[in-house]
């Protein structure tokens, strides 16, 4: 009988709390082999500093289990710290195995990104080398969806369906006033356009969808922006509504956010000021074309909109949580939990465990071919993949008018 | 028999399309005497150029009712146009009711703020100088919540709604990494601080809920409101969250997001950089106590989430149209319909008309003494006048895992 530690890493995601109740309620069907399941809080950096939960003092029931489930943010935590490497440090890694023997740690599971992966390699290897018998599961999260291998990542469905759901909303409130105002929205991907694209869902019969998404695989040209949203911005009656990556970059390289900044100078402190990409493209248009123009960035909102979860997603987080306590109780170790797609049209997905190397380090962009020739919106074949993933909808539990909670003290 | 006539004028709100949906379909019961139903487009502005549709075309049955209840920004379109003094220029008012009889109309109800209640009361003014026997009613809307008299203004609800509900859920996003970041967030209200302040819902059991509210009926101190923030931010393990009103004003009287624009030069184009209040602010945190700090802008969201409507709102919103129309059956004109309030718990309401001029242009602010004396938050008599409001939740019709919306061509 081992103990079981589980921690989230990096940026959170409206379902990441769902990995973390699918580890959590399996670990406990498994009373044969797990003892207590114990929270690192903000990750290995907390565990490092003896900061840790148990569990099971906070989750007491199934009830609690579906409140978790719909909790944004990561319940435990996060942090964004990177192990040395483990032939260069290993002090670190002395430490970090001797407080999980301490705690009598058998099974190690870490909810999160690339970086992610890329501890629980070194920890697996570290682990490897002094003989340890801890096993290390990765169980995948981003909103990105920058992930290699899986379909997709847990994350992504909700990120999206909130990002296509507002702008369909700000489509129609963008049209309002019959004035030609241009409205230019900002989603998250530094270096992923999975994310913007996703508002090209928000096309239907109701809806004429963003009329251009720009991604970041497709190097930016500002003019042919500006002359595109100038025509737009003609047609009678119409509002035209922009959807860009965060990340859009121009052909030499520079972000697009980075251009605003030299824009702008330093304040008397000699500080620059930030500026975003929406709001440096909203202030190219009004200064070029002299349209009325609004920017909106989603920010955190879209991976912490857990009001607005996708149920296939939701569901997908719970399942590989699920998988990988399952599959250390096995005794698989150094694994990542993926997703094989095994229909669309139904969506059918089935979850495997994979070789962390496989995962750790490498991003995955949107394909080529799913991006116009004219490299300014997305093709059928994104709208195919995505769409099942946004299908479904988890109601909060609505307490007073509010969505419930649950959290750490 | 004589035809209905209704518009939508101002900034939409997520429930104005159910105001939209009381006025067509209790004009549909009064089939003895209310014809067709006509819809302006883009307000009074469209009327005056002939552009106009009937409604039953494309709201066909009570389903349509439905999904038009769910659909968010202003579904006939809306304009910002303002009807000269009709002792100076009569030429709009003849060209108008030239119109308005040619169409047949014998009822005009205008969904609209302060500036449409005007509207309405110079159309009356001058109809009844003319002998019209043209009826004039006002249906209130605005997230703002600053109209007189009523309990509330339709549309503030689920506008509260949101802002409560992404304020929770920010609160949650914003502590993951444990670094002490500063969020702030933007809410609109240009003169009155109701919707900011709605962000004070989000506290509960499982929330602390935001730091600190600010709101524009109290002069805003700068340096007050870095103090503070520097206080928060040093406590050990706290992200804190700050709430402003996008209208907040310094003592002498200049709005916070003018300031901005005096911190940044012009560009190359002779163009100032427009600043948003929150950006401003963090800016000044980032500037001033060196913490990693974050805005966030509500921005048109939270106008437009229709996914997250008020019951409470959206049938408060449905039934001041239906008051209208039945009022204006009975003869009823120059008046607007308003909520009373018979009890906060539980939440009961009923509709009353009053005499328009009660309500055109005075603004409604959050009573002083509903802001705590530290200024920086509001009581629990906001509390319990706001909470009512947010109460019950309206799921939209999820089509193919988006929200449906009905749209005219």
Redesign the interface.
């Known amino acids: 009988m081992k103990n079981v530690i589980v921690g989230q890493s990096g ?2 995601t409206a379902v990441i709390n769902c990995s973390l109740a699918g580890v959590y309620a399996t670990a406990l069907e498994h009373g044969d082999k797990m003892g207590k399941v114990l929270g690192m ?2 990750g290995i950096q ?1 565990l490092m500093e003896r900061r840790y939960v148990d569990m099971g003092e906070y989750i007491r029931d199934d009830f609690d289990v579906e409140i978790l489930k719909r ?4 319940f435990l ?4 710290y990177k192990l040395p490497d483990p032939k260069q440090n290993e002090a670190v890694f002395e430490k970090v195995f001797g407080i999980l023997n301490e705690l009598e740690v058998g099974y190690f599971f870490y909810i999160g990104g690339n970086d992610s992966m890329d501890t629980i390699n070194k920890l697996h290897t570290y682990g490897e080398k002094i003989g340890s018998p801890i096993r290390f599961l990765g169980v995948p999260k981003t909103v990105d969806n920058d992930l290699a291998v899986t379909d997709h990542s847990p994350g992504f469905g909700s990120a999206a ?1 909130y990002v ?3 702008t ?3 489509i ?7 004035n030609g105002a241009v ?1 230019i929205v900002e989603a998250m991907g530094r270096n992923t356009g999975w994310l913007a694209a996703s508002a090209a ?2 096309k ?1 019969p ?2 004429i969808g963003p009329d251009l998404v720009f991604l970041p695989e497709i190097a930016f040209d500002l003019d042919g922006f500006l002359d595109k949203v100038s025509i737009l911005a003609q047609q009678k009656g119409h509002s035209p509504v922009i959807v860009v990556s965060e990340g859009i970059q121009l052909a030499d390289g520079r972000y697009v956010s980075e251009l605003g900044r030299e ?3 330093s ?1 008397a ?1 000699g ?1 620059i ?1 930030l ?1 975003g990409t929406a709001s440096y493209l909203a ?1 190219q248009v ?3 074309l002299g349209a009325k123009v ?4 989603f ?3 879209q ?6 979860q ?1 149920q296939v997603d939701a569901i997908g987080a719970f399942a590989v949580g699920q998988h990988a306590v399952n599959a250390a109780a096995e005794g698989e170790t150094n694994k990542v939990i993926i997703f094989k797609r095994l229909s669309s049209r139904p969506y059918a997905f089935e979850t495997c465990s994979m070789e962390l190397a496989k995962m750790a380090n490498i991003e995955k962009h949107v394909p080529l071919e799913w991006i116009t020739p004219t490299k300014d919106h997305v093709t059928q074949d994104y709208i195919d993949y995505a ?1 099942p993933l ?4 988890v ?1 909060p539990y ?10 750490l003290p």
Chains 1, 2 share one sequence.
Request: aromatic content about 4%.
């Open positions: 940026g959170p809080r903000n907390g909790t944004p943010s990561s935590g996060s942090c964004r369906k296509a759901t507002s369909k909303e700000l129609l409130d963008a049209r309002v006033y019959n409205t869902l928000a239907g109701d809806s824009d702008v100078p304040d402190f500080h000021q500026m202030q009004r200064n070029k609004r920017a909106v960035e920010a955190t909102l991976r912490s909109a857990a009001h607005l996708s769409l946004i299908q479904g909808e109601a609505f307490v007073n008018g509010m969505p419930r909670h649950i959290r």
